[in-house]
Antibody
Framework: QLQLQESGPGLVKSSETLSLTCTVS??????????WGWIRQPPGKGLEWIGS???????YYNPSLKSRVAISVDTSKNHFSLKVYSVTAADTAVYYC????????????????WGQGNLVTVSS | AIQLTQSPSSLSASVGDTVTITCRAS??????FAWYQQKPGKAPRLLIH???SLESGVPLRFSGSGAGTDFTLTISSLQPEDVATYYC????????FGGGTKVEIK
């Protein structure tokens, strides 16, 4: 069974870089035509798509965050990563890694698999 | 960006009631639409994809309908384990979510 697990610091200082990794088990990132993504949820608020990446490295980002985020993939380690630059308190959220539900080779799809989430708090 | 407006933002219903949640898109999105259930402290769970297709393992009391700009999630006989927040999502243009509907038991 496919499992996704986020890892990374729970506390980041304002203006610094938030870095998270999603390790995939029970399946290989480069074995299918799926997109792997990041979604975040500020405490008590709704969901926001951050971006998605293909095993080849092709990426798509939320236009509202595109200037401050980067997603990368390391197929040899079967994981993908997120960086959010110049963070502020508004970046405090639970960050989820995901996999799409269709494997059509297109990022624009629903999310079938989710990690348990990693709360990141930005401190001043 | 396509905006999704969910209503109501919260509701309270009795066990066995039929519950309906709606989501309206700011422009037509065909059937590029999904519903999720999120319980406190947990990751969202996919319930419905492509507007009306039930995800494997999801109870049959959940159903989705709609196309274009108006979509509905129906829980036909509300159960205590259905207490959660429900989110809609469109994937026609970029990826956006509705604001959520919190469902409680009366």
């Amino acid at each position: 069974q496919l499992q996704l697990q986020e890892s990374g610091p729970g506390l980041v200082k304002s203006s610094e870089t938030l870095s998270l990794t999603c390790t995939v088990s029970g399946g290989s990132i480069n074995s299918g035509t799926y997109y792997w993504g990041w979604i975040r949820q500020p405490p008590g608020k709704g969901l926001e798509w951050i971006g998605s990446i293909y095993y080849s490295g092709n990426t798509y980002y939320n236009p509202s965050l595109k200037s401050r985020v980067a997603i990368s993939v390391d197929t040899s380690k079967n994981h993908f990563s997120l960086k959010v630059y110049s963070v502020t308190a508004a970046d405090t959220a639970v960050y989820y890694c995901t996999r799409d539900g269709r494997g059509s080779g297109w990022y624009g799809i629903y999310f079938q698999h989710w990690g348990q989430g990693n709360l990141v708090t930005v401190s001043s | 960006a396509i905006q999704l407006t969910q209503s109501p933002s919260s509701l309270s219903a009795s066990v066995g009631d039929t519950v309906t949640i709606t989501c309206r898109a700011s422009q037509g999105i065909s059937s590029a639409f999904a519903w999720y259930q999120q319980k406190p402290g947990k990751a969202p769970r996919l319930l419905i994809h492509d507007a009306s297709s039930l995800e494997s393992g999801v109870p049959l009391r959940f159903s989705g309908s709609g196309a274009g700009t108006d979509f509905t999630l129906t829980i036909s006989s509300l159960q205590p384990e259905d207490v959660a927040t429900y989110y809609c999502q469109q994937f026609n243009s970029y990826l956006t979510f509705g604001g959520g509907t919190k469902v409680e038991i009366k």
